[in-house]
């Protein structure tokens, strides 16, 4: 592919060495730097990040207060949050209590939290019910490949059909991280979501959002749901020059929300993402914060933007 391409935001020369330097630059730079964030003409809703410790080494900004900060400096007014306890732990009830306490703790009017679910285990609807009216929670959050089901399991049907009778958005990782760089005890395939496309229209009010997607492709059999269903993507992973560009030739614009998967990406990765791709300001208003805030409106949430 030729560097000299025409294209009007970052040329893939450029969108490279400057990915490369956000990963050594970004605990080193200066506060006049991280004040320069604050430039940035968008509002941010993230609409992925994760609390507590990766299973397999630490990461930059794995404590809860060390990621509000390094968010805030980043511009985002919210970010929704699940927890890396998630993948691993049977005890789904204590994984949402600290889940909750830290997002109160440290990130109060900035981290919401999305619950762990897993149908497989036993008392799963209890705990649900306890995301919805303890904690007051607007969603879940669902790890399939970790947990050991795929999209065509009867059980994550009926999930999918109480969260929605519940109100509750539905967040569902496709993948965590890349099968190449995994441990090789963690080294799991991503979710296929093919079988979502006969399962989604059959439940009505359902918000799904898919978390990690890599590419564009890999969202086609959902493509004529996105319009139809309120089936929403995010940016955090995905893969290729003009991402964000090519993922809105297949999916409207209404159903892209921003996302960074940190703290296991740099935050400003997904930054990168708008930046190298040629969006007119209410795209980049619409993914950066517009459209997370319809769709928790939507579901009625105490965390809903007000007026």
Known sequence: ?????????????????????????????????????????????????????????????DEPAALVARLRRGGVTQAWA?????????????????????CRTHGEGLLVPFGLINPLL???????????????????????????YKLDHPALARL?????????????????EDERNAQRMLCLPPVDPAPLAGLVPRIASLRLMLL??????????????????????????LEGVAGVESLLRRVPLSHVCFGSHAPFFSFESSRLKLKESVLSGQQQDAICSANAERLLGL???????KG
């Open 1 to 61: 592919m030729s560097d000299s391409s025409g294209h009007h935001g970052l040329d893939r020369r450029s969108f490279l060495k400057t990915a490369a330097a956000v990963a050594g630059a970004d605990m080193l730079a200066s506060p006049a730097a991280r004040a320069a964030e604050h430039d940035e003409p968008h509002r941010l809703i993230d609409v992925n990040v994760s609390l507590s410790r990766w299973p397999s080494r630490r990461l930059p900004y």
């Open 122 to 148: 036993p008392g799963w609807e209890d705990e649900l019910q306890r995301c919805a009216q303890r904690h007051h929670m607007p969603g879940i959050r669902l790890h399939p490949n970790y947990h050991g």
């Open 212 to 237: 990690n997607v890599k590419s564009p492709r890999s969202v086609e059999p959902l493509t004529g749901l996105s319009g139809a269903a309120e089936v929403y993507l995010e940016i955090a992973m």
């Open 82 to 102: 699940g927890s890396f306890d998630a993948l691993l732990c049977q005890n789904t009830t204590a994984v949402n209590d600290r889940l909750v306490r830290q």
């Open 160 to 176: 999918l059909l109480r969260a929605a009778r519940r109100g509750l958005i539905v967040q569902l990782a496709l993948c965590m």
């Open 299 to 305: 579901v009625n949430s105490p965390f809903s933007p």
